[in-house]
């Protein structure tokens, strides 16, 4: 079975930081590409932030490029998201997903999910 857990959101003021951890299991995760995307309340779900299976090639939005870093630790299975000098429109749930052998800007383009973790930054 496989599972995707995120951790490491929380309350933070803006211009702070926090990193997010997605603890993966049950697939062989370096032969997945991880992404971050975010829901906040009413919209869809926005792309953040995607990482290759091999680590090599990195993609982010533009409204985070600069302030966001994903890096993945393929001997934990594990996938990070830190995020910096937070704003209040970083304001979301944050959810991991895997995808087989790719990455994608698209949400439902990927395989696996987590549950999400609530990120609210005060302004």
């Known amino acids: 079975q496989v599972q995707l857990v995120e951790s490491g959101g929380g309350l933070v003021q803006a211009g702070g930081s926090l990193r997010l951890s997605c603890a993966t299991s049950?697939?062989?995760?370096?032969?997945?590409?991880m992404g971050w995307f975010r829901q906040a309340p009413g919209k869809e779900h926005e792309f953040v932030a995607a990482?290759?299976?091999?680590?090599?090639?990195?993609s982010y939005a533009d409204s985070v490029k600069g302030r966001f870093t994903i890096s993945r630790d393929n001997a934990k299975n594990t996938v990070y998201l830190q995020m910096n000098s937070l704003k209040p429109e970083d304001t979301a749930v944050y959810y991991c997903?895997?995808?087989?052998?790719?990455?994608?800007?698209?949400?439902?383009?990927?395989?696996?999910w987590g549950q999400g973790t609530q990120v609210t930054v005060s302004s």
């Open positions: 990482m290759e299976q091999s680590g090599g090639g990195t």
């Open positions: 997903a895997a995808k087989a052998f790719d990455i994608s800007w698209l949400f439902e383009k990927y395989d696996y």
């Open positions: 049950g697939l062989i995760f370096s032969s997945y590409g």
